[in-house]
């Protein structure tokens, strides 16, 4: 596919004008491989998140290529979107927001996870995580409470948060049963929160 940057242009995003039942039609005409569709949607999305990008990564060219990872991510992923998992704006957010986590952890630079604006954090599964993390403010303390974790719950919980999969993604991406998957999640946010708390 086309680079995101070419189809759009970023400075044009305003969520503000958007209804969220359009951003949701936008990932559903996209699905089904719609290029102007993607067009739409980054004109719709990109300011906002551009702004989580650089509130997090506190660079404007490393936010503007990650905005380009995002939307690739996004339209890649977006026969993935459920709503009633969801608004479609906080998926897309969530995405962004574990793209500027790694890329953070990729350069060895803090990120205190209070910075994230509270919309980024509104799925289920996101604001069980936030809950469970909300107490530090040290990316380090998490990752060594991510340390303590069996190999399959480490393994669960990066490619929920870090990569933005689903736990039916999960399931067939570890050849794991769904119900299987769901307890290493579950059992591994309450492992994470004991840690931080102590």
């Given at each position: 596919m086309e680079d995101a940057r070419s189809i759009a242009s970023p400075q044009r995003g305003d969520t503000l004008l958007t209804p969220t039942?359009?951003?949701e039609a936008l990932l559903g005409r996209c699905a089904l491989h719609d290029q102007r569709a993607l067009a739409e949607l980054y004109e719709a999305v990109s300011a906002r998140v551009l702004g989580l990008l650089l509130r997090m990564l506190r660079n404007r060219a490393v936010a503007e290529e990650a905005l380009q990872d995002v939307m690739v991510r996004v339209w890649q992923r977006s026969d993935q979107y459920a709503a009633y998992r969801?608004?479609?704006?906080?998926?897309?957010?969530?995405?962004?927001?574990?793209r500027a986590i790694d890329l953070l952890r990729a350069q060895r630079l803090q990120v205190t996870l209070d910075e994230v604006p509270e919309e980024a954090l509104a799925d289920?599964?996101?604001?069980?995580?936030s809950q469970a993390v909300s107490s530090q403010r040290s990316r380090r303390a998490l990752d060594d409470c991510m340390q303590r974790l069996t190999p399959e719950q480490q393994r669960c919980l990066s490619l929920a948060y870090v990569d933005g999969y689903s736990q039916d993604e999960i399931a067939t991406a570890i050849e794991s049963?769904?119900?299987?998957?769901?307890?290493?999640?579950?059992?591994?946010?309450?492992?994470?929160?004991?840690?931080?708390?102590?």
């Open positions: 039942g359009e951003v969801g608004r479609a704006l906080t998926w897309i957010l969530s995405i962004a927001r574990y289920p599964d996101a604001e069980e995580f049963p769904l119900g299987t998957v769901k307890s290493w999640v579950r059992r591994g946010l309450a492992s994470l929160k004991r840690c931080m708390d102590a």
